[in-house]
Nanobody, 124 residues
Framework: VQLVESGGGLVQAGGSLRLSCAASGFTFNNYYMSWVRQAPGKGLEWVSAISTGGGSTAYADSVKGRFTISRDNAKNTVYLQMNNLKPEDTAFYYC??????????????????WGQGTQVTVSS
């Protein structure tokens, strides 16, 4: 099983990034996917989640209206489009998979699989 994130980097405030998470080794379209982030010196923060078919999504209040989660089950990939980025969005971003349901938590035990993460840095 692998979840491999990509697309992170350094961007100025107000800019955009698109994160990708490529899955392998499990039946991707049977799993709900989430994005979770960890800022320097802080705990894990749930960011967004999407249902197996993509019809249902959820967002943390801190990113609502700026971030969009989507998935392509044919490509076994989930995305996070991040617009109007702010310095407080600086964090390591992880994707996580669960077969249970649409998770809105950042607890590691609530997910079956985690990726290794990708760094997003937003400069002011």
């Amino acid at each position: 099983v692998q979840l491999v994130e990509s697309g992170g980097g350094l961007v100025q405030a107000g800019g955009s990034l698109r994160l990708s998470c490529a899955a392998s080794g499990f039946t991707f379209n049977n799993y709900y996917m989430s994005w979770v982030r960890q800022a320097p010196g802080k705990g894990l923060e749930w960011v967004s989640a999407i249902s197996t078919g993509g019809g249902s999504t959820a967002y943390a209040d801190s990113v609502k209206g700026r971030f969009t989660i989507s998935r392509d089950n044919a490509k076994n990939t989930v995305y996070l489009q991040m617009n109007n980025l702010k310095p407080e969005d600086t964090a390591f971003y992880y994707c996580a998979a669960t077969s249970i349901g649409l998770r809105v938590t950042a607890r590691p035990g609530d997910y079956d699989y985690w990726g290794q993460g990708t760094q997003v840095t937003v400069s002011s």
